[in-house]
């Protein structure tokens, strides 16, 4: 069974930071071979791109995310994080993770349950 599991948010400060982890499980391909995404949606509004990773460890980020996200992985612990700096309070969303991959005419696509991430002073 396929899970992905996010962890580490909660309530921070505006200025604080956060480090989300979202742990894979039950893939059909190696968990290196997925390119890790990291979504948001706020009340009320879509759910938005945060940050992409390659399976080559290529990183892509939403403009107002450059300089203050961090998107990594672990492929060792089918982990893949996203370090969050110099948070404001329109950070305020939940934060899911999600796997994708496309082989042999298959669309591989998961996703985690979720975190909230509270930016409030």
């Known amino acids: 069974q396929v899970q992905l599991v996010e962890s580490g948010g909660g309530l921070v400060q505006p200025g604080g930071s956060l480090r989300l982890s979202c742990a894979a499980s039950?893939?059909?391909?190696?968990?290196?071979?997925?390119?890790m995404n990291w979504y948001r949606q706020a009340p009320g509004k879509e759910r938005e791109l945060v940050a992409v990773?390659?399976?080559?460890?290529?990183?892509n980020y939403a403009d107002s995310m450059k300089g203050r996200f961090t998107i990594s992985r672990d492929n060792a612990k089918n982990t893949v994080y996203l370090q969050m700096n110099s948070l404001k309070p329109e950070d305020t969303a939940v934060y899911s993770c999600?796997?994708?991959?496309?082989?042999?005419?298959?669309?591989?696509?998961?996703w985690g349950q979720g975190t909230q991430v509270t930016v409030s002073s």
């Open positions: 039950g893939f059909t391909f190696s968990f290196s071979r997925y390119v």
């Open positions: 990773i390659t399976t080559a460890g290529s990183t």
């Open positions: 999600n796997a994708n991959r496309v082989a042999f005419g298959s669309i591989y696509d998961y």
